[in-house]
């Protein structure tokens, strides 16, 4: 008796369990054709990427000396410590390249975070970001972005992704460009 008992619940939780995956498959994205039998095959309906593509030279994005991080001071208080209203950082920069007709296009990213300062409130910090391509002494592309980001608390950072999606320029011969992104406040103010 108590093995059919015992039997039974198993069967039960077996059944219950086909049932919720049977509900489950139901409610996927994919209307019908689950395992891509027949003609409707998307995978076949994207373009392949070809070896070479995946081969072909995109220029690695790195930071310059000292674009890594960006102050925010409270009025008059410039490079006073207690007045920093946020740091910003960089931590970490990516790219995809693309060729298409002689022209390379590139989609540089920039990751990273806001730390309110001894000054700070919640609120939008403006960071200008610059990305840049340069071959020898010769700049292809260069683009300065006034990037914002929202800060909701005063105590806690507050992590960013900035994409510059519009980097183009010829296509290079060689393997001789590079991209650079970071902070770029301007030449300094004069004092007066």
């Not at 209203?85 to 296009?105: E, F, P």
């Not at 071959?135 to 683009?143: A, I, K, M, N, T």
Request: charged share 15%; aromatic share 8%; net charge neutral.
């Amino acid at each position: 008796m108590e093995f059919r008992l015992n039997n039974s619940r198993f069967i039960k939780g077996f059944a219950f369990s086909g049932f919720i995956l049977a509900v489950a498959g139901c409610q996927s994205g994919d209307n019908g054709n689950v395992l891509n039998v027949g003609g409707n095959n998307k995978a076949a309906a994207e373009p392949k990427v070809l070896e070479s593509e995946l081969r072909a030279y995109c220029p690695l994005v790195t930071l310059r000396e000292g674009t890594a991080y960006f102050n925010t001071y409270a009025k008059g208080g410039q490079d006073d410590p207690t007045k920093v209203l946020y740091q910003a950082s960089i931590t970490d920069v990516t790219r995809t390249c693309s060729n298409a007709g002689g022209t390379m296009t590139i989609n540089v990213a920039v990751a990273g975070k806001v730390v309110p300062g001894p000054a700070g409130a919640p609120g939008n910090v403006t960071m200008p970001i610059r990305v840049a391509v340069i071959r020898g002494d010769e700049v292809l592309y260069s683009q300065l972005h006034k990037h914002q980001v929202a800060v909701g608390h005063a105590s806690a950072a507050t992590q960013f992704v900035f994409n510059d999606q519009s980097v183009s320029f010829p296509a290079p011969q060689g393997t001789d460009v590079q991209v650079f992104a970071g902070y770029d406040e301007g030449p300094p103010k004069k004092q007066q």
